[in-house]
């Protein structure tokens, strides 16, 4: 059984920045990708980010490509969002998620397995 931990949301200024991280005990992520998606009240949940673990390259979604960086740190097993120039349209909760490789495309939300528990990020005007 995967268990991811989400960390790091808050409330912060337009223009400002966060670090979210996701980490896991226990599994290794060799042969997956990790995402982060994000669900706004009222709408859907989408794609933000995804990254190929063995190769560390990293996929983005058009909104936020040139602001938020996905990376991962394999000695803590831990990936992260580095998030900047936050627009208050970023407000929402942000869930990493886990899926290995060939079960779906990677900006699909239903190709997912595993989900942590979400985090809550505000970005006031």
């Known amino acids: 059984q995967v268990q991811l931990v989400e960390s790091g949301g808050g409330l912060v200024q337009a223009g400002g920045s966060l670090r979210l991280s996701c980490s896991s005990s226990g599994q290794t992520f060799n042969n997956y990708h990790m995402g982060w998606f994000r669900q706004a009240p009222g709408k859907e949940r989408e794609f933000v980010a995804a990254?190929?673990?063995?190769?560390?390259?990293?996929y983005y979604a058009d909104p936020v490509k040139g602001r938020f960086t996905i990376s991962r740190d394999s000695a803590k097993n831990t990936v992260y969002l580095q998030m900047n120039s936050l627009k208050p349209e970023d407000t929402a909760v942000y869930y990493c998620?886990?899926?290995?490789?060939?079960?779906?495309?990677?900006?699909?939300?239903?190709?997912?397995?595993?989900w942590g528990q979400g985090t809550q990020v505000t970005v006031s005007s």
């Open positions: 990254i190929r673990w063995s190769a560390g390259s990293g």
């Open positions: 998620a886990a899926k290995t490789m060939g079960t779906g495309t990677y900006y699909y939300t239903g190709a997912y397995r595993y």
